[in-house]
Structures are given as structure tokens and as C-alpha cells.
């Protein structure tokens, strides 16, 4: 099988943000899938990058609709909807994945609709972790303060089988820290022990998408050769 051609899948609420996809047999580092998935653009170009901040921070921020009220300026309105929010304090962003753009978004995006932290700073961590050969986060001492008694947001490009995301909550509670979400551009999955996944795209928007075990993956068994390796930073095509 040869990879197909790359096509856009809109997000359904906000026509600003587009999903790049491409069909093919292709190998990640545990599984094998049928679509090519793009995020370099969503992760990497500024405005597109903004506008995903913009869809995950729905899921934090709830704002009444006062747009009916008569004789109330546009700064009033402002402060009304941000007081009438309801509002799930983050105090640190985990970024996975090269999302930390993307997580300085939200944290500010966050911010000016009146979601607090319980900082003293009064200000949000932005944390890029670091894994070890096991794939196991691993959290250095200057670290450690930024999760103990915090809530925790964890921002990431996909969530394929939850393992990896698992392995990270594992982590993020024995350091004592309070996970209070998981945002994602594509999921495959709608929720990681017992945590809703929160995704700007998911399965239904790819209604044909398949994540395979290798010894299990139909085009293998069909003899269909791999067109490529990939991971969250891109692809390597296999001749």
C-alpha cells in the first residue's frame, strides 16, 4: 500500500482548526495504525496553535450566554460572563508531545477568563516533562514543587491506548499532585482510568481509524507492507 493523499478534517467547532490526514499502514512505537495523523501545523504555527488552547479550555470554563442582556456594554458583559463561570483551578500544564505552545495558550486563555490557580505567583506553571528509556516521567527535584498539591492539567497531541498518558498519572499523583484534566488534539479513546479525555478531534471524526496490535493488524496479515514510522514529531517513510 502506497500512503494516500493527504486530506483536512475541519473541527466541528471551530472551522479554524483542520486535522491533516493520511491513509496508509503505518508503525508507531507500539502499535500499528491506519491513518497518518498531522499536527505539525496545530502544534507549531502560532494562530493554530491558539485556536486549539481556545477549544480545550471550553472543557475548564462554562460561560453563561449574556449576550440578550440589554444596555450592558462590552466590558461589562466581559466581567458578567467571567463571574457567572465555573471554573476548575490549574496551578501547572503538563506538556507532552511539543505542545508547550499550545499549553502557554491555555494557561493564558485560562487566565483571562478568570480561572484561578492557587499560586502564590498567581501565575501557571508550563512544565515539559522528562521520560526515561521506559518511557516512566521522570520528575528532578526543582520540579517536584510545581506538582505536590497542585492541580494538574496534562496537554497532549494524541491519546491513542492511554498507556503513556497512564504511566504520567501514575507519576503526577505519587508526587502529589491533583490531576484535573487531560486535553488532546486527537483521541482514540474517550477516558484514561476513570479521567474523561478531552479532545479537540476523536474517532468520530475519523470514523475508519484503526490502532492495531502488530500481530493483530489486518494489513500485515494481508501482506501489505508499512509505508512509514511515526511518532508525535513526524514521519519516516520506509522504501
Known amino acids: 500500500m502506497s500512503m494516500g493523499q493527504e486530506t483536512k478534517i475541519r473541527a466541528r467547532d471551530n472551522d479554524k482548526l483542520a486535522l491533516k490526514v493520511t491513509k496508509g499502514h503505518f508503525s508507531s512505537d507500539r502499535f500499528h495504525i491506519n491513518y497518518y495523523i498531522d499536527m505539525t501545523t496545530l502544534k507549531m504555527r502560532q494562530k493554530e496553535a491558539e485556536q486549539v488552547a481556545k477549544s480545550m479550555v471550553k472543557r475548564y470554563v462554562n460561560r453563561v450566554d449574556l449576550s440578550g442582556l440589554i444596555g450592558v456594554g462590552a466590558e461589562e458583559l466581559k466581567h458578567y460572563s467571567k463571574a457567572f463561570a465555573s471554573k476548575t483551578p490549574i496551578d501547572t500544564i503538563?506538556?507532552?508531545?511539543?505542545?508547550?505552545?499550545?499549553?502557554?495558550?491555555?494557561?493564558?486563555?485560562?487566565?483571562?477568563?478568570?480561572?484561578?490557580?492557587?499560586?502564590?505567583?498567581?501565575?501557571?506553571?508550563?512544565?515539559?516533562?522528562?521520560?526515561?528509556?521506559?518511557?516512566?516521567?521522570?520528575?528532578?527535584?526543582?520540579i517536584k514543587h510545581m506538582l505536590k498539591d497542585k492541580h494538574v492539567l496534562v496537554v497532549l497531541a494524541t491519546a491513542m491506548s492511554g498507556r503513556t498518558i497512564l504511566k504520567s498519572i501514575?507519576?503526577?499523583?505519587?508526587?502529589?499532585?491533583?490531576?484535573?484534566?487531560?486535553s488532546v488534539i486527537f483521541a482514540a479513546v474517550n477516558e484514561i482510568d476513570g479521567y474523561p479525555v478531552n479532545a479537540v478531534f476523536d474517532s468520530s471524526d475519523l470514523p475508519d481509524f484503526r490502532l492495531s496490535e502488530p500481530e493483530n493488524c489486518?494489513?500485515?496479515?494481508?501482506?501489505?507492507?508499512?509505508?512509514?514510522?511515526?511518532?508525535?514529531y513526524g514521519y519516516t517513510k520506509l522504501d
Not at 499549553?103 to 480561572?115: I, T
Not at 501514575?170 to 508526587?175: A, K, L, P
Not at 489486518?218 to 508499512?226: A, E
Open 170 to 182: 501514575r507519576c503526577i499523583e505519587s508526587y502529589g499532585g491533583i490531576l484535573e484534566g487531560i
Open 218 to 232: 489486518p494489513d500485515c496479515k494481508n501482506g501489505i507492507k508499512l509505508d512509514a514510522i511515526v511518532n508525535s
Open 94 to 142: 503538563i506538556c507532552m508531545d511539543g505542545c508547550e505552545v499550545i499549553g502557554a495558550y491555555v494557561a493564558k486563555e485560562l487566565s483571562e477568563l478568570g480561572v484561578t490557580t492557587t499560586n502564590i505567583h498567581k501565575t501557571t506553571y508550563i512544565v515539559t516533562p522528562e521520560f526515561d528509556s521506559a518511557g516512566q516521567m521522570v520528575v528532578r527535584d526543582n
